[in-house]
C-alpha cells in the first residue's frame, strides 16, 4: 500500500542535542510538509516543499530545518532542541497545488519527540 | 479572530445519534476544505474533502458547504464508539496556496 513513513516513532532527546527526524514516501506526491502538533492544539506548519523547492513559515524558528534530498524522502533536523520543542511531528504529503490551494493531505503516523 | 474555527467542545452524543461538527472560516476566497479525523495519540487521518456548494456524502458521513455563510460542517449518522474522536476542520484559501489552516479540532465522544 502506498503510505507515508515516519521514523523513529518516539524520540528521546536531551536539551541541546541535535536531532533528525525522518519522512518517506510512496505516494509519488509533488508535496510534502512537516507540523508541530502540541496536545489540544492544532498542527502548526513549519515548512513544505514543492518539489525541491523549500517553503519557510515565517514563524518557523531557525533551529528548525529540513533537507529533501530526493522525492521520497524529507528530514526535519532540529538543531538545538528546547523543553519547548517537545511535540509530536507531522509529515504530510499531497499530490499537488495550485492557486486553490493544496489537494488532500495524507499524514504519517507522527514522531513523538521528549525533550529531556 | 481565528482564520478557522470551531464548535469549542467536547461534544458528547448517544451511539446512533447524529453528531454534528461545525467549521466557520474567515477568508471569503477559501476553495478547499477537509475534515480530517484524529484519534488520541495518532496522526490525522482525512475523511472528507468538499469544493463546492452543498452536500457530499460518504457512508454516514455527510460534509456540508456555505460559501457565502462561510461555513462548513460535518453530520456524523448512526453514531458509533469508534467515532470518538477529534475532528479538524482544515480550509485552503486563496491567499495561501499550498497551506491548509486548520482549525483547533472539536472532540467527539460517543457513548454507548
Known sequence: DAMVIQNPRYQVTQFGKPVTLSCSQTLNHNVMYWYQQKSSQAPKLLFHYYDKDFNNEADTPDNFQSRRPNTSFCFLDIRSPGLGDAAMYLCATSRDYSWAGPYEQYFGPGTRLTVT | ?112
Open chain 2, 1 to 112: 479572530q481565528k482564520e478557522v474555527e470551531q464548535n469549542s467542545g467536547p461534544l458528547s452524543v448517544p451511539e446512533g445519534a447524529i453528531a454534528s461538527l461545525n467549521c466557520t472560516y474567515s477568508d471569503r476566497g477559501s476553495q478547499s476544505f477537509f475534515w480530517y479525523r484524529q484519534y488520541s495519540g495518532k496522526s490525522p487521518e482525512l475523511i472528507m474533502s468538499i469544493y463546492s456548494n452543498g452536500d457530499k456524502e460518504d457512508g454516514r458521513f455527510t460534509a456540508q458547504l456555505n460559501k457565502a455563510s462561510q461555513y462548513v460542517s460535518l453530520l456524523i449518522r448512526d453514531s458509533q464508539p469508534s467515532d470518538s474522536a477529534t475532528y479538524l476542520c482544515a480550509v485552503n484559501g486563496n491567499t495561501n496556496a499550498g497551506k491548509s489552516t486548520f482549525g483547533d479540532g472539536t472532540t467527539l465522544t460517543v457513548k454507548p
